[in-house]
């Protein structure tokens, strides 16, 4: 339902033209009484245009048609998924062919800055743990990094599409802070970043390889 909500929404957008770049889109109250849907499915679809850079949200203010829209990622076809597992799967699976070649195109390319960035974001996930919050939104943060750092602009766009799409896979990952899980992902991302920095390629393509093969395992027997 959400996907199809989805296809709705971007088709008043791109197709009927109701709403152009920059126009703020109807409230979920509102989309969800047209749509005939409830208003978590409206989220839900919002979430997913967002990823697809259809929307964008102003925090505190609304959600509002994106600029960049021409340039979706969306003609991959990434959100039209059969359902919530199948998507979770999918994403992760689709993440392992991905981010291995990622990290070995920021070896070779990663800057100082870029190095800094990603360290400052391992960090981040680091404190989170360390006080006893979630990692989601700090470990998403810190594969978009990686993926800034392969100075390839389509894999960058379509690893933020791909990341958001798992927003409820690493939630499940997170939210019950399993020590030995949360520990590992750590070694991890630290272990990533040390082989960039060294222009490594191939260590850093292993142990990002190893990282997903992690999560995939630990959904598996959850």
Known sequence: MP???ARKISNMILNEKRFKPGDRIPSEYELAHELGVSRLTVREAVKTLI????????????????????DSVNPYGIYFTKSKKEHIKDSFETRR????????????????????????????CKECLLNGGSIDDTDREFHISLAKASHNAILYRLMTTVDYEIED??????????????????????EVVKFIKESDGVGA?????????RALEYLKNK
């Open 3 to 5: 996907e199809e909500t």
């Open 205 to 213: 393509s292993i142990v990002m390889r190893h990282h997903l093969n």
């Open 51 to 70: 990823a697809n850079n259809i929307l964008y949200i102003k925090r505190g203010v609304g959600t509002f048609v994106s600029n960049e829209n021409k």
């Open 97 to 124: 062919i991905i981010e291995p070649e990622i990290v070995m195109l920021a070896a070779e390319r990663a800057t100082e800055e870029d190095i800094a960035d990603m360290l400052k974001c391992a960090e981040n």
């Open 169 to 190: 896979s690493r939630q499940a990952l997170y939210i019950k802070g399993n020590k030995s899980f949360d520990d590992g992902v750590l070694v991890d991302h630290f």
